[in-house]
């Protein structure tokens, strides 16, 4: 499968964002998942959701601001991110798994190019 994101920029601490992650060739997927990378650390667990039942998970630190949800008859997953904190800036990641909402970087097959955001205090 390859996967595309967008959607990231340059917005102001408390401001919005939707990433987008659009999925082609042979999807057979069962979870889709996003990551963050802030500079000079490791690749975070962010937010992931399921294809069939649409079941979700979070990280702790997004949890209440951020929303993920998935258009299947356009296999696209899609981050909203509210009430955005500069601790949030990151490069932006989507992935794909074979696996039941996986939160570790080695349980996900498929990587997209990464999309950066950048939250001004």
């Known amino acids: 499968v390859q996967l595309q994101a967008s959607g990231g920029g340059l917005v102001q601490a408390g401001g919005s964002l939707r990433l987008s992650c659009a999925a082609s060739?042979?999807?057979?997927?069962?979870?889709m998942g996003w990551f963050r990378q802030a500079p000079g650390k490791e690749h975070d667990f962010v937010a992931g959701i399921t294809w069939i039942t649409g079941t979700t998970d979070y990280a702790d630190s997004v949890r209440g601001r951020f929303t993920i949800s998935r258009d299947n008859a356009k296999n696209t997953v899609y981050l909203q991110m509210n009430s955005l904190k500069p601790e949030d800036t990151a490069v932006y990641y989507c992935?794909?798994?074979?696996?039941?909402?996986?939160?570790?970087?080695?349980?996900?097959?498929?990587w997209g190019q990464g999309t950066q955001v950048t939250v001004s205090s």
């Open positions: 992935a794909a798994a074979r696996a039941w909402l996986p939160k570790r970087r080695l349980d996900y097959d498929s």
């Open positions: 060739g042979r999807t057979n997927s069962f979870s």
